[in-house]
């Protein structure tokens, strides 16, 4: 039976992690205890036991899986909010339907992500749901044929080329100017290079800045902070 973890330093934020599986639970727990200012307190594994621990562990956050239980879980994420309205609720899901995203935030879910987001990501959403933001996974394309809000790109005056879109993608899933070079068999100076480029096409401060633009037209009422989570010294 899991118990609360360590007691955590003040001003680190506190994640309780909900999801069935054994190896995504050990897989979140590294995440986020690789993520600077944050610390798991929990895994519960059992939806319903969720508030039980959340009652000792006193998270700031939960991190919470949505699969095959999807419906136990949003049940698990109301009882949540209702006893701790100011827990910062981040989904990790398989399912990139408008309709379960518009779900889950209706039962108090503040960002959704694809189970494939990058420990970077993982960690702005949590940080922008306790600042009270929504976070949509940018992978996540509304189309137009759907009820849901159709996304709106951000169009620079300026366009971008396709290599800096091809970055710009790479920044969006939270890689470092080393791993972009690897992705796109391109050198660290030319991911540098263009990184430059598109930040001074969109006017953004930083790659922070950039992100938080990109997501904020892609996903309609969404404000994304530029929060600026650990980034690799040499990059821009």
Same mark, same amino acid.
């Given at each position: 039976?899991? !118990?609360?973890? /360590?007691?955590?330093?003040?001003?680190?934020? %506190?994640?309780?992690? $909900? /999801?069935?599986?054994?190896?995504? &639970?050990?897989?979140?727990?590294?995440?986020?205890?690789?993520?600077?200012?944050?610390?798991?307190?929990? !895994?519960?594994?059992?939806?319903?036991?969720?508030? !039980?621990?959340?009652?000792? /562990?006193?998270?700031?956050? *939960?991190?919470?899986? +949505?699969?095959?239980?999807? =419906?136990?879980?949003?049940? =698990?994420?109301?009882?949540?909010? %209702?006893?701790?309205?100011? +827990?910062?609720?981040?989904?990790?899901?398989?399912?990139?339907?408008?309709?379960?995203?518009?779900? =889950? $935030?209706?039962?108090?879910?503040?960002?959704?992500?694809?189970?494939?987001?990058?420990?970077?990501?993982?960690?702005?959403? *949590? +940080?922008?749901?306790?600042?009270?933001?929504?976070?949509?996974?940018?992978?996540?394309?509304?189309?137009?044929?759907?009820?849901?809000?159709?996304? %709106?790109?951000?169009?620079?005056?300026?366009?971008?080329?396709? #290599?800096?879109?091809?970055?710009?993608?790479? +920044?969006?899933?939270?890689?470092?100017?080393?791993?972009?070079?690897?992705? $796109?068999?391109?050198?660290?100076?030319?991911?540098?290079?263009?990184?430059?480029?598109?930040? %001074?096409?969109?006017?953004?401060?930083? #790659?922070?800045? /950039?992100?938080?633009?990109?997501?904020?037209? #892609?996903?309609?009422?969404?404000?994304?902070?530029?929060? &600026?989570?650990?980034?690799?010294?040499?990059? *821009?």
């Amino acid at each position: 039976m899991s !118990t609360p973890m /360590a007691s955590t330093p003040r001003g680190v934020t %506190r994640v309780l992690i $909900l /999801a069935d599986a054994p190896v995504l &639970r050990r897989g979140l727990v590294g995440m986020i205890n690789e993520t600077a200012g944050m610390q798991a307190v929990g !895994t519960p594994g059992e939806p319903r036991r969720a508030l !039980t621990l959340a009652e000792s /562990a006193r998270p700031d956050a *939960v991190v919470v899986e +949505l699969g095959t239980g999807r =419906a136990a879980t949003l049940n =698990a994420v109301r009882d949540l909010r %209702r006893r701790f309205p100011q +827990l910062a609720v981040v989904a990790l899901a398989t399912s990139e339907d408008p309709g379960v995203v518009n779900e =889950a $935030l209706a039962a108090g879910v503040r960002s959704y992500l694809l189970m494939n987001t990058s420990p970077t990501l993982l960690g702005w959403a *949590v +940080l922008a749901a306790r600042a009270g933001r929504t976070v949509v996974d940018p992978q996540i394309r509304r189309g137009e044929g759907s009820a849901e809000p159709v996304s %709106r790109e951000l169009t620079p005056e300026v366009p971008l080329t396709r #290599r800096e879109s091809d970055v710009l993608d790479e +920044l969006l899933q939270g890689q470092s100017n080393r791993a972009i070079g690897k992705n $796109l068999f391109i050198s660290e100076d030319t991911v540098k290079s263009h990184v430059k480029a598109i930040l %001074r096409k969109l006017g953004a401060r930083d #790659r922070a800045h /950039a992100v938080s633009l990109v997501l904020s037209a #892609r996903n309609p009422g969404c404000s994304c902070g530029a929060h &600026r989570l650990t980034e690799a010294p040499a990059d *821009v």
